[in-house]
């Protein structure tokens, strides 16, 4: 294993890094304080400087305009974005596009490509990621309620499904519906892309989730598929073949997820110790960091953020050199192990900053509530460990046996 930063590569770390100090965070307390609109001009005018840049969509394929870049490189970028919530989206390489992108690469027809995918990569469009239903337990998605009926040329969709994140606004979803109920659990599914200007795809409701209900981009929402009509050459991959996509969507998915966690620990870190600096606890002038216990946190933090971020880049390298199917127990390791280290990070710098943690004044209060997520989406921490302890424990059995 190398992890051996190009020279190329730290040059594109340093533009990113000091675009996101002087363009993006300085932003931060309007996003913050939700004033959207305000804030989604600055951003699509900070995206025009990005493309001007040549560093848009660090990880999409160069043959549609992005930059190309391999996993590894693609890591130590998102790490340098993830430091601000609006960095992935700037610099066009965010869920739930980029799984979108991966999918739409991998699997769609040439006609698909031209009509979805060459305008996604290029910005002028977003997309969504409608799997997960309001009834039946995600963390199981073969129990799946959404049907694709065949009705001659087209499939008639009908289903609720919730958590279609960034929906509002996106031109296309791709949703996983049943299209063969009489099939084996695991091949009833099929994804299928549907416009979103479609007949019968009714965006209820953007839903609050942690006291914000968000719009645009920053969104999660509640879709009602209703009779909804499309042409079966909309049809992603083969039919049946969902949860094979989906596991090509979701393995890749997941590290990217983490990469830009590593972002959110360096940034809260960086709160974290400027704080403890310079807060004075004492009339004798001593600051948070002369005590012990912080000193500890700080310690911890440092060195849990530093195993993760290993964990992250050898699992990169591992999915470059052996495939994601080698790397599946490498992926489920890093899907609960980071997302655990990054909410005890932001919890402790939370906890540092004080009353002024709770307070939208600092990003730190933002990620609190947003991040926690990341112990759920993706598969949830138990269901991963759950299967990495099936996984080791297999080993076992057939030694006891011999
Ligand atoms: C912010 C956010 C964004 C999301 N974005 C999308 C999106 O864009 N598209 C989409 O389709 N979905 C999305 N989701 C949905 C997400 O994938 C699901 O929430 C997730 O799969 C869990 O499903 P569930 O919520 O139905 O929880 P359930 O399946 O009901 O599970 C609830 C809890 O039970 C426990 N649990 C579940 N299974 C097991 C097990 N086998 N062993 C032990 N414990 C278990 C876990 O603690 C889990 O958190 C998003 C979710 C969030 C929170």
């Not at 995918?117 to 799946?144: D, H, K, Q, W, Y």
């Not at 695991?186 to 979103?196: E, F, G, K, L, N």
């Not at 360096?266 to 012990?292: P, Y």
Request: net charge negative.
């Amino acid at each position: 294993m190398d992890f051996t930063v190009s020279e190329k590569m730290q040059v594109i770390l340093e533009m990113i890094n000091e675009f996101v100090d002087r363009e993006l965070i300085p932003l931060e307390p309007a996003f913050l304080a939700g004033r959207e609109s305000e804030v989604l001009a600055e951003l699509e005018q900070r995206q025009r400087m990005v493309k001007q840049m040549e560093l848009w969509g660090p990880c999409h394929p160069m043959e549609y305009g992005g930059m190309g870049l391999s996993l590894m490189e693609h890591a130590l970028v998102s790490e340098v974005l993830g430091r601000t919530p609006m960095g992935h989206f700037v610099f066009w390489c965010q869920a739930p596009d980029v799984g979108n992108i991966e999918l739409l690469h991998q699997f769609g027809t040439r006609e698909q490509k031209e009509t979805y995918l060459r305008p996604l990569v290029a910005g002028s469009i977003r997309s969504c990621f409608s799997m997960t239903e309001v009834s039946l337990a995600g963390s199981n998605p073969v129990m799946m309620d959404t049907t694709a009926v065949k009705d001659g040329d087209d499939y008639v969709i009908n289903g609720r499904k919730w958590y279609t994140s960034s929906a509002d606004g996106a031109a296309f979803a791709i949703v996983m519906a049943k299209t063969n109920p009489q099939a084996d659990p695991y091949h009833q599914a099929s994804m299928i892309i549907v416009p979103c200007e479609t007949e019968g795809f009714n965006l209820v409701r953007n839903i609050p989730v942690m006291g914000h209900t968000g719009s645009g981009y920053f969104s999660h929402a509640e879709i009602y598929y209703q009779n909804c009509r499309v042409p079966r050459k909309n049809l992603l991959g083969e039919e049946g073949d969902g949860f094979v996509l989906a596991q090509e969507r979701l393995g890749p998915g997941r590290i990217h997820h983490c990469m830009r966690w590593l972002g959110i620990c360096r940034r809260a870190f960086d709160l974290m110790c400027a704080r403890a600096s310079e807060r004075v606890i004492a009339l004798n002038g001593q600051t948070l960091a002369s005590k012990q216990i912080v000193q500890a946190w700080i310690a911890e933090c440092a060195a849990e953020i530093q195993a993760a971020r290993l964990m992250v880049l050898h699992a990169a390298w591992r999915i470059e050199n052996e495939g994601a199917k080698a790397a599946r127990q490498d992926i489920s390791l890093i899907k609960f192990k980071v997302a655990n280290v990054l909410q005890m990070v932001v919890d402790r710098a939370l906890q540092v900053h004080g009353g002024l943690g709770m307070t939208d004044d600092t990003v730190l209060a933002y990620f609190f509530r947003h991040e926690r997520a990341a112990r759920i989406y993706d598969g949830a921490d138990e269901v991963h460990k759950s299967s990495v302890a099936k996984q080791i424990l297999k080993r076992y059995e057939v030694a006891s046996r011999n």
